[in-house]
């Protein structure tokens, strides 16, 4: 049974602290008792943007990524991957983004890790041009927690605006790329389960 993160909850603080556009955090399993050690990898969100992104990862497309792997999840248990938005915003084919991001949850895989796989969030300054890719890019993520075996976090799901359909709510974005503390607070409060 997952451990339910509440408040802002150790999953926000994964996306609020990074080193490298990568964080980490350890959490205790309320059924075991075990302490698990959990990498978050990814780019600004990941990292905090706009609010807290000492790395200064921002706009680095999921190959960039990639490329951080192996020192990032050293010592992890969970790897948390988060990427893609920066590809769309470079005019890359999604399928390109796709590929890395398969590539990053079997070379997670290899190194014995559980692997989550976020979603894209919306882009109110990218709509609406972005919002078919993005949501193109999501039905691939999709696949690939489908065909790999890994949860797939509704990132986009939880931030998307009923109202106004392939953006995030005014409070939920503080720029109208990133997510706010709100738009945070939401991620680890319904997107998140640790294990």
């Excluded at 992104?53 to 010592?75: K, N």
């Excluded at 692997?115 to 709509?127: F, H, K, R, S, T």
């Excluded at 927690?145 to 503080?174: C, I, K, N, Q």
């Amino acid at each position: 049974m997952p451990l339910k993160v509440a408040g802002l909850g150790a999953a926000a603080l994964m996306l609020l602290a990074g080193c490298g556009g990568s964080t980490s955090m350890t959490t205790t399993s309320a059924k075991s008792g075990k302490t698990i050690f959990v990498a978050a990898l990814g780019d600004g969100i990941t990292a905090g943007s706009p609010g807290f992104d000492p790395s200064h990862v921002y706009g680095e497309r999921t190959d960039q990524i990639a490329a951080r792997l192996v020192s990032c999840q050293t010592g992890a248990d969970v790897l948390v991957l988060e990427g893609g938005i920066d590809d769309i915003v470079q005019g890359r084919p999604v399928a390109s983004a796709a590929r890395s991001l398969r590539a990053m949850v079997e070379r997670g895989k290899s190194l014995g890790l559980r692997i989550d796989l976020a979603e894209v969030v919306p882009w109110n300054n990218g709509y609406p041009y972005a919002a078919p890719r993005i949501l193109a890019l999501n039905r691939l993520i999709h696949t690939i927690g489908r065909t790999e075996h890994v949860r797939v976090l509704p990132f986009y799901s939880v931030l998307d605006d009923p109202r106004r359909p392939g953006r995030m709510e005014e409070a939920w974005t503080a720029d109208s790329d990133n997510p706010s503390v709100a738009g945070y607070r939401r991620l680890g409060e319904l997107a998140f389960r640790l294990p």
